[in-house]
């Protein structure tokens, strides 16, 4: 709790996911986004988010939340976002 999290997902996923994982933040801003590609083609663009402040625990993707030893979320928390969590 009171953790920040840097939240990181593909255009389609972010959009579907950005509004229920805003809601156990106090604020939510977006980073410039990048793209990672071959041979100077942008193949998958990546948006960032710096969220502030946890309010209440996220929800475990599978089964019980387990909680991990070194206070960092796990990363399977929610599947179609990477969250990381920092103190």
Do not use: C, Q, W
């Not at 996911?17 to 986004?33: G, I, K, N």
């Not at 387990?66 to 599947?79: F, H, I, Q, V, W």
């Amino acid at each position: 709790m009171g953790e920040d999290a840097l939240i990181m997902g593909r255009e389609d996923d972010i959009e579907e996911d950005l509004p229920s994982l805003r809601t156990y933040f106090e604020r939510v801003e977006e980073l410039p986004a990048f793209a990672l590609g071959r041979s100077g083609r942008r193949e998958l663009e990546v948006r960032i988010f710096l969220a502030h402040t946890l309010r209440t625990p996220l929800p475990a993707a599978y089964g019980r939340a387990s909680k991990p030893a070194d206070s960092t979320l796990n990363d399977a928390a929610l599947p179609a976002a990477s969250l990381k969590m920092s103190k």
